[in-house]
């Protein structure tokens, strides 16, 4: 490999966002996830929206990065190709005694430098939203939110840095930095070492670790805290709108909101994760789930449910930087001091995927402040084609898909209608997708009511087709994920009997 | 060569396909399709290599492959012809088909008379709700018996499996013989919910135990499976504190019921009971929609495959005389409800004419089991019509009763018709 100028640390939504937004200049970068697939972590378990800003606390970093990113999604959505609607959100409130803190949320989004946003009495409220609690009294209006595609974002953001030349290398696992004269020059990861001359760590939940291998902010933490979410049947509810109850000390609190893949989804709690690796959906936390749910829609019933997951969010610790605030869980964007040469990210929690392309450009200007001479590439293309759904397509679309590639007539998830095409094409993307969740993220294949019982064998038989391995090494995401075993009719050979 | 209309097209090539087909030409339609989604016909009785099969059709107890061939040699011999590797994408109310395949593109067809008999899937993780981790390694009982005989790859190691229903006991004793561990069954019913031979042949005589009134609390690994937490549940299914259990396994196999797969049916608007899960259907398996009818499990689950060939062989009958007169006649129908110990009874309604040139077969499922004799009774206007004994009442096991042609008369007079299961 050539020389490295960066290397990236982590695949989210930042980490992919910061790649693309670099890929513009002339650098060579190299993106590294431990994962199989880019965005498999907080960046593919989160509410799935565009925040307008009005959360934050005036004067954090949070909050200026929220309102910056908020304004860059229409441009990217129309250069990356993914799907993002910019709806505008809703904070309802139930009952009179919740209606003071609607304006405290209004001063606070004037503040912020949020758009647009004003109050609109219950009736309107009701008219807009016809299942919601009759006891509505009012609700604040924000119309720069809006619901997103995360998968697709970072997905879209990695493959367009891929197509501007970024290497992106997964199952890596990021294991120490070597630092000279003050100064990172290489990263050492489990497919060896990589000399560099500038390393962002974008690790999100293990942001403090690698921090602390390069010796910066030994007293950063990352506190994962767990938000448990479900996700409803189109067939039994759909949401029109992004409704959130009124904030309480404990967070934005139980959303139910629609989606751009067109499911609702409800949640999340927060609740302290017992480790990094705790994505555990609890009896508990569906209780929680539901109680929350229904106070804003009382006729909601668990039997809606089609699918459940958890996220993780990388909570930090860090003060803001403004001294004029006071906060204990703000964002971490710097350029250390020491060593020279590291973009420190950490902390990056909600609303850390509305602020990611905000963060992006603020690395870039960093690296700048750092002095480093970025030069523009000539022949940069920020345009990232779609690739087709056949679903969304109408139905001359669909014939003439299906007389060009004849893959796209076959039919392989036929709860959300996604085709062999469809598949093939993702498995030879600039991003391979080489796992059944990493398809499953790009084509929505397997999130129906069978809940991908009859797509699985077809799409790991694809997969191993497509990729020539045997079928045994097909994975749900990496590594000790398998689907299969062993053929029937085949021994196990005991070593103890040879 | 595919024509672009046809008298009959079926939906689905299982054993209600089949059997639709073979009766709508038998019945005198010229044209008749079946398309199928799989690349052979037969559905899911080609995965289904145990025996058990067609005991009351053929009286011989076959693999589900050789019941199907049964029907498949039939069908080809009658020229119904049959489009494979293709997806119905749409149905309209007026019948024309969409459709899609790999090798037969996209294909717009115009039918005289639909049976829709796509048959059911199985309940997912999702519909029942258990907590936990969501690593690889939580499969359905199909799933895994696809991947098993059809395609020949174990996916596991040691395996529990939830649910008491066929294809999980079945996949039970499937697994053992192919070497696996099977920890158990947990089932949260107090009772059985499969059948009693099947407990006998696949669980007992592989000595795998069956734990009634216990369910998964949570599932336990990241990559793959690693255990299943168990607990005991009360009467009201709640879990009783204190009975929890780490089993550890690789595999959670789910058979926890099946539902009928009708989105194509609402795409038609054909209208579906909350029940059932399938489609509203008069004694003739058609629905609220002229012309379309409906056959076999996409109408309701049943026990035994030949009742699905019976329902597909009436539903091709009538679909094959509507395609041929082209209009329907003047139809009296009188709803049949379930009585307070009746879950669901199919048909819905019937035509009170229906009864002028034969009995007409009435299925049931009952709430709540009775293990001593019963009686199944139907009622018009409170009067008792007909009743019928049985031995015992299970969910588990669907009832059949027949209305006579002697109460043609008395039907002509009621409102509704009421069936109930009551101790004798």
């Known amino acids: ?498 | 060569m595919i024509k672009s209309k046809y008298d009959v097209v079926i939906i689905g090539a299982g054993p209600g396909g089949l059997a639709a087909a073979i009766a709508a030409k038998q019945q005198g339609a010229q044209d008749v399709l079946i398309i199928e989604r799989d690349l052979e016909l037969g559905g899911i009785l080609q995965q289904c290599i145990h025996n058990g099969f067609g005991l009351e059709t053929f009286k011989e107890d076959l693999p589900g492959p050789s019941y199907a061939q049964h029907f498949i040699n039939d069908a080809l011999a009658l020229n119904v012809e049959t489009l494979l590797d293709t997806m119905v994408l749409d149905i309209t109310p007026q019948r024309r088909i969409y459709a899609s395949g790999a090798r037969s593109g996209f294909l717009e067809i115009d039918a005289r008379a639909i049976v829709l008999a796509m048959g059911c899937r199985e309940r997912t993780r999702a519909q029942i709700r258990i907590p936990g981790m969501r690593p690889s390694g939580v499969f359905t009982a199909g799933t895994a018996q696809r991947w098993v005989n059809v395609e020949g790859y174990m996916p596991g190691k040691r395996y529990v499996v939830l649910g008491s229903g066929d294809i999980g006991m079945i996949m039970a004793r499937r697994l053992t013989l192919e070497g696996a561990q099977v920890e158990g069954v947990l089932e949260v019913m107090p009772f059985l919910t499969g059948l009693t031979r099947n407990y006998v042949q696949c669980l007992m005589d592989f000595d795998i135990p069956l734990h009634l009134s216990h369910t998964v609390k949570r599932v336990i690994g990241r990559g793959r499976v690693e255990s299943i937490e168990s607990v005991q549940v009360d009467e009201k299914w709640n879990p009783i504190a204190g009975s929890e259990k780490i089993i550890p396994c690789d595999t959670l196999l789910l058979s926890v019921g099946l539902i009928p797969e009708n989105e194509l049916s609402k795409k038609a608007g054909v209208l579906i009971d909350p029940i059932t899960g399938g489609p509203f259907v008069d004694d003739r398996f058609e629905t609220n929609v002229p012309g379309i009818f409906a056959a076999g499990n996409v109408v309701h689950v049943y026990d035994l495959v030949d009742w699905v060939s019976e329902a597909g062989r009436q539903a091709g009958d009538s679909a094959a005389r509507f395609a041929l007169i082209e209009r329907r006649k003047e139809t009296r129908h009188v709803p049949v409800k379930p009585g307070p110990n009746v879950r669901y009874i199919v048909p819905q309604t019937i035509d009170r004419e229906s009864l002028a040139t034969g009995n007409v077969r009435m299925q049931l499922r009952v709430r709540q089991p009775i293990e001593s004799p019963v009686w199944v009774e139907i009622r018009g206007n409170d009067n008792l019509i007909t009743r019928k004994g049985e031995l015992y009442a299970r969910p588990g096991e669907i009832i059949t009763l027949e209305i006579p042609m002697k109460a043609y008369d008395e039907v002509q007079l009621v409102d509704e018709l009421v069936i109930d299961v009551v101790k004798r």
């Not at chain 1, 925040?51 to 934050?56: L, T, V």
């Not at chain 1, 950490?346 to 001479?373: C, H, N, W, Y």
Request: charged share 25%.
């Open chain 1, 1 to 498: 490999m050539e020389k490295i100028d960066v290397v990236i640390i982590g695949g989210g939504v930042v980490g992919c966002m910061t790649a693309r937004f670099l890929s513009r200049y002339k650098l060579n970068i190299l993106l590294i996830d431990k994962e199989a697939d880019v965005g498999s972590s907080t960046s593919a378990a989160n509410s799935a929206i565009v925040h307008a800003g009005y959360d934050p606390l005036p004067g954090t970093l949070k909050a200026e990065m929220n309102v910056k990113g908020n304004q860059m999604w229409d441009v990217l959505s129309g250069e990356l190709g993914f799907e993002y609607d910019r709806s505008g959100d809703y904070v309802v409130a139930v009952g009179k005694e919740e209606l003071p803190i609607l304006d405290e949320l209004l001063e606070q989004g004037r503040r912020n430098g949020v758009p647009g946003m004003h109050i609109i009495p219950a009736d309107e409220m009701r008219a807009r939203e016809p299942e919601i609690n009759p006891a509505v009294s009012g609700a604040l209006w924000a119309p720069t939110g809006g619901i997103c595609d995360p998968f697709m974002a970072t997905i879209a953001a990695a493959e367009n840095a891929v197509e501007n030349g970024v290497t992106v290398m997964l199952n890596t696992r990021f294991l120490d930095f070597r630092i000279e004269n003050g100064r990172v020059t290489g990263v050492q990861t489990s497919r060896g070492f990589f000399a560099c001359r500038w390393v962002v760590n974008s690790a999100g939940l293990y942001s403090d670790e690698v921090m602390h291998l390069a010796g910066v902010r030994p007293e950063f933490q990352i506190t994962p805290r767990r938000g448990e979410y479900v996700v409803l049947d189109r067939a039994s509810i759909q949401v029109n709108n992004v409704l959130f109850p009124v904030p309480t000390a404990k967070g934005k609190g139980i959303l139910v909101t629609a989606t751009t893949h067109g499911n609702t989804i409800v949640g999340p709690n927060s609740v302290c994760a017992a480790h990094k690796k705790d994505e555990e959906v609890t009896q508990e936390g569906l209780a929680e789930i539901w109680e929350g749910a229904r106070k804003l829609f009382p006729h909601l019933q668990p039997s809606s449910t089609i699918a459940m997951f958890a996220g993780l969010r990388a909570t930090g610790n860090a003060p803001s930087p403004n001294p004029q605030v006071s906060y204990g869980h703000d964002f971490v964007i710097e350029a250390a001091e020491k060593p020279r040469g590291f973009i420190n990210l950490g902390g990056i929690e909600s609303p850390g995927f509305t602020a990611a392309p905000a963060i992006a450009q603020r690395v870039v200007e960093l690296m700048q402040d750092q002095g480093e001479k970025l030069e523009e590439k000539t022949g940069w293309n920020p345009i990232r084609a779609p690739r087709p759904h056949f679903r969304k397509l109408p139905l001359d679309e669909q014939k003439k898909l299906i007389h060009t590639d004849p893959r796209y007539g076959r039919v392989v998830c036929r709860c959300e209608m996604v085709t062999e095409g469809e598949i093939v094409a993702e498995i030879h993307a600039p991003i391979p997708a080489l796992t059944y969740d990493a398809i499953k993220r790009r084509t929505w294949l397997g999130t129906g009511r069978c809940l991908g019982s009859f797509d699985m064998p077809r799409v790991v038989e694809i997969l191993a087709r497509e990729t020539g391995l045997p079928p045994e090494q097909i994975t749900k995401r990496g590594p000790g994920s398998e689907f299969l075993y062993r053929r029937t009719k085949e021994l196990e050979v005991l070593h103890d009997q040879e």
